[in-house]
């Protein structure tokens, strides 16, 4: 069974479309998150949901919105999609208790505008 | 605030030799947490070590021996022997509460080719 799971791996649309990507984990975790990957393999966090409260919300766009309908899912919607939008985008889930106690990450979605 | 310092962007070796991936992390937190993750060339996150700030010890896995210093905020990374199969970039990684909550926040990874 895949811990987190992330759907689509793919993702290729044209600019000024909406998009979601879709995040589900098995582990129990009461935290998820959005990081974003850009070109040059830098990762940073966008997204932080504690039991489906946002926790951290970094300096995004506000054309991305979040959406977490409990606690095992955490969703990311994107509007107007932009080309400096492509990136790879990792869901990721850990224990917020524990603190450090893990971070378990999905596979990525590979987002390209054209 | 956080920060996470990989400062070799690429690094080239040859199968077999070893081979020593720097990191060093600014926190102002006391109880914080370090990781190293490698991503192949599939693009995938793979976790290979986590470390708390109350743990020194020097830990060895195979051929992967991790060097964590308080004293310089430094948490090194050594692959002995260096594989092909070992080329990726391989992010460091500190987790502590940075205002509202506890997050993870990475370096800007290095770049490792093995060449046979």
């Known amino acids: 069974d895949t811990a987190v799971s992330q759907t689509p791996k793919y993702l290729v649309t044209q600019m000024g479309n909406d998009k979601s990507i879709k995040c589900e984990q098995n582990?129990?975790?009461?935290?998820m998150y959005w990081y974003k990957q850009d070109s040059k393999k830098f990762l940073k966090i966008m997204f932080s949901?504690?039991?489906?409260?946002?926790?951290i919300n970094e300096t995004v766009p506000n054309r991305f919105s979040p959406k977490s309908p409990d606690k095992a899912h955490l969703n990311l919607h994107i509007n107007s999609l932009e080309l400096g939008d492509s990136a790879v985008y990792f869901c990721?889930?850990?224990?917020?208790?524990?603190?450090?106690?893990?971070?378990?990450f999905g596979s990525g979605t590979r987002l390209t505008v054209v | 605030a956080q920060k996470v310092t990989q400062a070799q962007t690429e690094i080239s070796v040859v199968e077999k030799e070893d081979v020593t991936l720097d990191c060093v992390y600014e926190?102002?937190?006391?109880?914080?947490?370090l990781f190293w993750y490698k991503q192949p060339p599939s693009g995938e996150l793979v976790f290979l070590i986590r470390?708390?700030?109350?743990?020194?010890q020097n830990e060895i896995s195979g051929r992967y021996s991790w060097n964590f210093q308080k004293s310089t905020s430094s948490f090194n990374f050594t692959i002995t022997a260096s594989q092909v199969v070992d080329s990726a970039v391989y992010f460091c990684?500190?987790?502590?509460?940075?205002?509202?909550?506890?997050?993870?926040?990475f370096g800007s990874g290095t770049q490792l080719t093995v060449l046979p």
């Open positions: 582990l129990g975790h009461d935290t």
């Open positions: 949901y504690n039991n489906k409260e946002l926790i």
């Open positions: 990721a889930s850990s224990q917020h208790k524990q603190g450090g106690g893990g971070y378990t």
């Open positions: 470390r708390n700030s109350f743990d020194e």
């Open positions: 990684a500190l987790s502590d509460r940075s205002g509202s909550a506890r997050q993870l926040t």
């Open positions: 926190t102002r937190d006391t109880t914080y947490y």
